[in-house]
């Protein structure tokens, strides 16, 4: 379904931008707003009054309460808890305010699809924070996928426990990031989802399958190492992506052979290694450009409500595969089910 998003007069003029929500991801949306050319920092808000005045001072701003930040922007970030998404999107939405709402959309598919309709009819953009579109590495990978026979995809996100609190597991606040990315490079939904988890919720694995594609994304917050990777198996060569680094790698070539020296036999393996340019950057900042842009443009959004419907869907089935019912045992097989088309 298309959506014919509306220009206005902010096409020509300085886009009003705010921030709702100004912990440590939310904080990061006001300095990038504060920086970003043709565009003003017009006020943030947060439920801690003194929080919302620190990061106002940093940034040169107001911290307003929320209606009148809505009053005064063309544009809001929502960076609230996942459980306050969809009241404080349709909020924005009602004050005739576009909105780009971090990951995940909202608590259900149907709190997403209700905002989606929304800002359809409002003829306002909707844009879901799912940072990892706009990693340099991950749009290099994108360019290259049209040219590639796709065999499968491993994702791991890993790393040691946080130093913060949140209400999301492991799949909520870091798989749906790779299940995204996933979805997006194949340009597909999936089908069947097999799934497992352990540690309370803190480390799960799924194996994700598509027309011809098997995915297979591992998130952990008990690995005492940061890793943050992508490889795409296909026919033709092994590409290697560092989130982290920003970095792509492309295996081709690959072979075997035995060398004898001074009456030794040796194995090798040698393959043909590229490496593409990245253009390095900031995600975030990317992603903001991007929203921006869709504003002031009246274009869709590189990420879009239906995005992050589709990458909800398959995160929470994969969270009831994963964790399943308290009393479920150990010793089970993975739980497995179809996805409806």
């Known amino acids: 379904m298309s959506t014919d998003y509306r220009t206005d007069e902010t096409s020509d003029e300085q ?3 705010g921030v709702i929500g100004v912990g440590s991801m939310g904080e990061n949306h006001a300095r990038i707003y504060a920086e970003l050319p043709r565009v003003e920092l017009a006020g943030v808000t947060d439920h801690d009054d003194g929080i919302a005045r620190r990061v106002a001072d940093k940034y040169e701003t107001e911290p307003l309460d929320l209606e009148t930040l809505c009053e005064r922007c063309d544009v809001l970030t929502v960076a609230v808890p996942t459980r306050a998404h969809y009241e404080m999107v349709s909020t924005c939405l009602e004050a005739d305010v576009n909105v780009l709402v971090e990951k995940p959309i909202a608590e259900t598919v149907e709190q997403g699809q209700q905002l989606a309709e929304q800002a359809r009819e409002a003829g306002l953009v909707l844009q879901v924070g799912h940072i990892e579109r706009f990693n340099p590495a991950v749009q290099t990978v994108e360019e290259l996928i049209d040219d590639l026979d796709v065999i499968g995809i491993e994702a791991e996100r890993l ?5 913060r609190t949140t209400s999301d597991n492991v799949i909520h606040d870091l798989m749906v990031h790779d299940v995204d990315v996933v979805g997006s490079i194949l340009d597909d939904t999936p089908h069947s989802v097999t799934a497992m988890g352990t540690e ?4 799960a694995t799924a194996t994700i ?4 594609v098997v995915a297979t994304v591992t998130a952990s917050r008990v690995t005492q190492k940061k890793v943050r990777k992508l490889t795409v198996t296909a ?3 092994l590409v290697e992506v560092d989130y982290l680094e920003q970095s792509v790698l492309i295996h081709r070539d690959s072979y075997p052979e035995y060398l004898t020296d001074d009456g030794q036999s040796r194995y090798r393996h040698e393959s043909v290694v590229e490496r593409p340019r990245v253009d390095t950057g900031e995600p975030l900042r990317n992603e903001l450009e991007s929203f921006v842009e869709a504003v002031r443009t009246g274009s869709e959004p590189e990420v879009t409500a239906e995005d992050g419907i589709h990458a909800l869907e398959t ?5 009831r ?12 097989p993975p739980r497995e089910t179809e996805v409806e088309a």
């Open 200 to 203: 309370n919720g803190q480390y």
């Open 15 to 17: 886009i009003r931008a």
């Open 209 to 212: 399958e598509y027309d011809d």
């Open 235 to 237: 026919r033709e060569c």
């Open 315 to 319: 995160a929470q089935l994969i969270d």
């Open 159 to 163: 790393g040691p426990p946080i130093d």
């Open 321 to 332: 595969l994963a964790m399943g019912p308290p009393d479920e045992t150990d010793d089970e």
